[in-house]
């Protein structure tokens, strides 16, 4: 129940195109959805994050996508380029408590 | 850099050997959590402080693992004895009491021979 799965595991993606990312959860007392994004030898890093009073949120070429009732939420990312291949997670926290990661997915775009 | 610090940031020993890494958090944290990242998998939880409070403790962490932070600001993990399927990266983060953000660290990459 604390699990949070993700798909895919690996994408490609040509520039200009789409990324979508997507997370399912089961437990409902989560209450925060950050997407950390991480480079190879880096700490992960806070991309964007959403709360499950809010349907989507968008920050620049970033948008989380989030549907409670299905217990879902994904991350487009718009225009994708090259500098965006790196590993992406989303994760999930109930209060101000530790993070519950999803496996990652490694995102690849071409020129 | 105002940003969480780790140190050191690759370290390799033998099996047996005891380790001990260092996180300094953001200043004004007073939250600082400690994962663990084996290759292909996401963090995964270990502990977590509140000031010098040690507030909660995975399953994962095993007796061979300590944590401590001693005046609230920086902490420590040391491995006691340590195995090779302790080679992992490992990541603190830290937080505002309340806030939902975490900022993580570079991490230090453990290599057990």
């Known amino acids: 129940q604390q699990q949070v799965k993700q798909s895919p595991q690996s994408l490609i993606v040509q520039k200009g195109g789409i990324s979508i990312i997507n997370c399912a959860y089961e437990n409902t007392a989560f209450d925060y959805f950050p997407w950390y994004q991480q480079f190879p030898g880096k700490g992960p890093a806070l991309l964007i994050a959403i709360r499950p009073d809010v349907s989507e949120k968008k920050e620049g070429r970033f948008t989380i996508s989030f549907n409670k009732s299905a217990k879902q939420f994904s991350l487009h990312i718009m225009d994708s380029q090259p500098g965006d291949s790196a590993t992406y997670f989303c994760a999930a926290s109930i209060k101000t408590d530790k993070l519950i990661f999803g496996t990652g997915t490694r995102l690849q775009v071409f020129p | 850099d105002t940003g969480v610090s780790q140190d050191p940031r690759h370290k390799i020993t033998k099996r047996g050997q005891n380790v001990t890494f260092r996180c300094d958090p953001i200043?004004?944290?007073?939250?600082l959590y400690w994962y663990r990242q084996t290759l292909g998998q996401g963090p995964e939880f270990l502990t977590y402080?509140?000031?010098?409070?040690?507030?909660?403790k995975s399953r994962l962490l095993s007796d061979r693992f300590s944590a401590e932070r001693p005046k609230g600001s920086f902490s420590t993990l040391e491995i006691q004895r340590t195995e090779q399927g302790d080679s992992a990266m490992y990541l603190c983060?830290?937080?505002?009491?309340?806030?939902?953000?975490?900022?993580f660290g570079p991490g230090t990459r453990l290599t057990v021979l």
């Open positions: 200043s004004e944290h007073n939250r």
């Open positions: 983060a830290s937080s505002l009491a309340g806030g939902r953000e975490q900022f």
């Open positions: 402080f509140q000031n010098e409070a040690q507030l909660e």
